[in-house]
């Protein structure tokens, strides 16, 4: 019981550790609330988190039981595995992070507790039980009772190695990583939060790709049974299924007795590795380019703006997946373009609330409010400019020449930014340094002001069609980011 006690507080600690670096929500009484009661609470938490990965497993699970025979199911189940072991991956090393910053354990180490690292690890290990729930269905679609019990441990086995590399990875490499090294962390942060995010879209193609190829497939496993993940599908052959099981089983669980008792050397604070120049210069940066510069520094090292930095494309990803399908055409390509750019505009309340801490400090430097309200133009628009970029270029791979009439709508990232920077230059009373506070009628405004370039950009082009209604809705775009910023 006491255990149960100690594991709850810790995930309530780490989990508030969570909340706290998103200001949106600090800024809110009722979001914060919400919060407290919901994502720092154990069983509503891993309850939510729980039910959304069943949905996605009941989807597998459907598509294993249409499966026409017993290698096409084991096929299924297998390769979707790598799901599990990438979510506790994932999941073990993002808590572990929060965890070491939150410093929850402190209290806890002058108690008489044996057993403090296995605590910790159990208290982990909570995070991944959506990722168990998640292929419990698949396995039990096998249809076979011996081949469902297979499956459930291959399950037990896949979020094992993920647990125990994740723990390795942080005893060996935790810590704060300055320079080359800490682009490498960025990176993975990012790729870890898009794949999480995208969960659902990396099973729809997944899924795809299993349907349409399963001939071509298959002998590949059967050449390759013995490599993870394609060892589960062996599950029909309980003998040889057993032998692999014990194989990645327990290498691994020797590694996470390991894992155990070099725990408490990472409990026992935060390293430093790397290595940075000590010598430096005093140079004189734009206050623009400054401000954008610092603006990301903060993205990169807090994960509820990089969050937000990446929203644009978590929030269209569904019509890129669309895109994807259709080979990228030149006007929906156009139009989604477009649609991240105004989905950019999320960004707009967290690029002025990172300066909230510091504002004192900010507002005594001799910096214009033009230049302030330009350097968060630039922070608002990178987002979906890179973006938009990819698309124009994944565009030109699939569609040849058609694609370059939409360089031009690559200044839509700089327009809609421009309306958004504007709208909160008229919030400011004076020519001072203002941090906006954003109502919920600022959004409906700013959402209405967003459809006016649509409704001037659509007009030339199902006028005029190809190609000059690109060319002069690609300049209307142009002219107007030119324009609007020259306002600013």
């Known amino acids: 019981m006491m255990m149960w006690e100690i594991i709850k507080t810790i995930y309530r600690e780490v989990h508030f550790s969570m909340i706290k670096e998103n200001p949106s929500i600090m800024n809110d009484p009722k979001k914060l609330?919400?919060?407290?009661?919901?994502?720092?609470?154990?069983?509503?938490?891993?309850?939510?988190?729980?039910?959304?990965?069943?949905?996605?497993?009941?989807?597998?699970?459907?598509?294993?039981?249409?499966?026409?025979?017993?290698?096409?199911?084991?096929?299924?189940?297998?390769?979707?595995?790598?799901?599990?072991?990438?979510?506790?991956?994932?999941?073990?090393?993002?808590?572990?992070?929060?965890?070491?910053?939150?410093?929850?354990?402190?209290?806890?180490?002058?108690?008489?507790?044996?057993?403090?690292?296995?605590?910790?690890?159990?208290?982990?290990?909570?995070?991944?039980?959506?990722?168990?729930?998640?292929?419990?269905?698949?396995?039990?679609?096998?249809?076979?009772?011996?081949a469902s019990l297979l499956g459930i441990l291959w399950i037990f086995s896949a979020i094992l190695m993920g647990h125990s590399l994740a723990l390795f990875l942080q005893i060996k490499f935790s810590g704060v990583h300055v320079g080359k090294r800490s682009v490498i962390k960025t990176l993975a942060k990012v790729t870890g939060f898009l794949l999480i995010a995208g969960i659902y879209f990396v099973i729809q193609a997944l899924m795809r790709v299993l349907e349409k190829n399963i001939e071509i497939i298959a002998p590949i496993f059967r050449k390759y049974f013995v490599a993870f993940p394609f060892a589960a599908s062996t599950v029909y052959e309980p003998s040889k299924s057993l032998v692999l099981l014990a194989v990645y089983t327990f290498p691994f669980l020797a590694l996470y007795f390991y894992d155990l008792k070099k725990l408490g050397e990472v409990l026992g604070g935060i390293k430093t590795y790397g290595r940075v120049t000590t010598k430096y210069e005093l140079t004189v940066t734009n206050p623009i380019i400054a401000i954008f510069r610092k603006d990301y520094r903060i993205v990169f090292r807090k994960n509820p703006y990089l969050g937000t930095f990446l929203s644009p494309l978590l929030m269209s990803i569904y019509f890129i997946y669309n895109l994807a399908k259709e080979g990228f055409p030149a006007m929906m390509t156009l139009f989604s373009i477009m649609g991240i750019s105004v989905l950019g505009l999320v960004m707009l309340d967290p690029a002025f609330a990172m300066d909230r801490e510091a504002f004192a400090f900010l507002s005594s430097l001799p910096i214009k409010r033009r230049e302030y309200l330009l350097g968060k133009m630039l922070t608002v628009s990178l987002s979906p400019l890179t973006f938009s970029t990819i698309l124009v270029l994944l565009s030109y791979a699939f569609n040849g020449i058609e694609a370059l009439f939409l360089i031009p709508f690559l200044a839509s990232p700089f327009l809609y930014s421009s309306i958004g920077i504007l709208y909160v230059k008229h919030k400011m009373k004076d020519d001072r340094i203002e941090l906006p506070v954003f109502k919920f009628y600022d959004g409906i405004v700013i959402l209405a002001l967003s459809i006016v370039p649509f409704v001037i950009v659509a007009i030339p082009i199902f006028l005029l069609g190809i190609p000059k209604g690109y060319l002069v809705s690609g300049a209307v775009v142009l002219l107007g980011a030119l324009i609007l910023s020259k306002l600013i």
Do not use: C
Request: proline residues 6%; positive net charge; aromatic residues 12%.
């Open 33 to 146: 609330k919400s919060s407290l009661k919901h994502s720092a609470n154990i069983k509503w938490g891993v309850f939510l988190q729980s039910i959304s990965y069943l949905f996605f497993g009941l989807m597998i699970a459907i598509s294993i039981l249409y499966s026409e025979d017993e290698l096409q199911k084991a096929i299924f189940f297998s390769s979707y595995l790598i799901i599990p072991f990438i979510l506790t991956l994932y999941s073990t090393a993002l808590a572990t992070a929060y965890l070491l910053s939150s410093k929850a354990v402190e209290p806890l180490k002058p108690l008489p507790l044996r057993n403090l690292n296995f605590i910790v690890s159990l208290t982990l290990l909570v995070e991944n039980l959506p990722a168990l729930v998640f292929l419990i269905p698949a396995s039990l679609a096998l249809g076979n009772p011996i």
